[in-house]
């Protein structure tokens, strides 16, 4: 699969431009939206494990030096908590431009913390895309975040702000609070 993500994306899930959609969010989509929305709410997948196992080429590294950005794995037993959007159908031109780096959209059931749940979007990197990484030590990929920077800042702020947001919802995830640990030691 090309790094390029945008024209798969329009093209294997057309959406009518007048449609409302829930998006979910679960890493820089929770602390930096820049996009309009409807409503924002937390919300929870299931069967999803929240990894750095992503480069980044064009956001927090540069392709000499790729910064690590989250992907989702399919993990049976995990929950991923995150950010729900109510967007426009539209607003997705501008969000496939961003997570244009080796992201698909896949349809997923959005939970919320009042009981409902809802059907809706979610940006995955998968494994056989061309900037995937994988798994690594910890001491690896946080010396790789700390080092690198790329055209929306350095990786560091990337993974500090995700962990501050996923603490002020009160989530859970011991990957992201782990890495985020060995780099403020750094
Ligand atoms: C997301 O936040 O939902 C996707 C990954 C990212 O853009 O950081």
Not at 67 to 83: F, S
Not at 100 to 115: A, Q
Not at 163 to 183: C, I, K, N
Request: with cysteine; aromatic share 10%; glycine share 10%.
């Amino acid at each position: 699969m090309s790094f390029d993500t945008r024209h798969l994306n329009q093209q294997r899930m057309p959406l009518d431009d007048e449609a409302t959609v829930w998006l979910f969010g679960y890493g820089s989509l929770i602390w930096k939206a820049g996009f309009p929305y409807h409503e924002r709410k937390p919300a929870t997948i299931s069967g999803w494990a929240r990894r750095f196992w992503q480069g980044s080429h064009d956001h927090r590294g540069t392709p000499d030096a790729p910064g690590r950005v989250v992907t989702l794995i399919g993990a049976p037993e995990a929950l991923c908590h995150g950010m729900a959007y109510h967007i426009d159908a539209k607003t997705l031109g501008p969000l496939d431009h961003r997570e244009k780096n080796g992201y698909v959209r896949e349809t997923v059931t959005l939970y919320f913390h009042d009981g409902s749940h809802a059907e809706g979007l979610v940006y995955i990197a998968t494994e056989d895309n061309a900037a995937f990484l994988g798994d690594a030590p910890i001491e690896t990929m946080a010396e790789q975040i700390h080092q690198a920077h790329g055209p929306s800042g350095p990786n560091r702020d990337y993974l500090l702000n995700l962990a501050s947001a996923l603490e002020a919802l009160g989530a859970e995830d011991a990957h992201v609070f782990a890495l985020a640990d060995q780099v403020r030691q750094r």
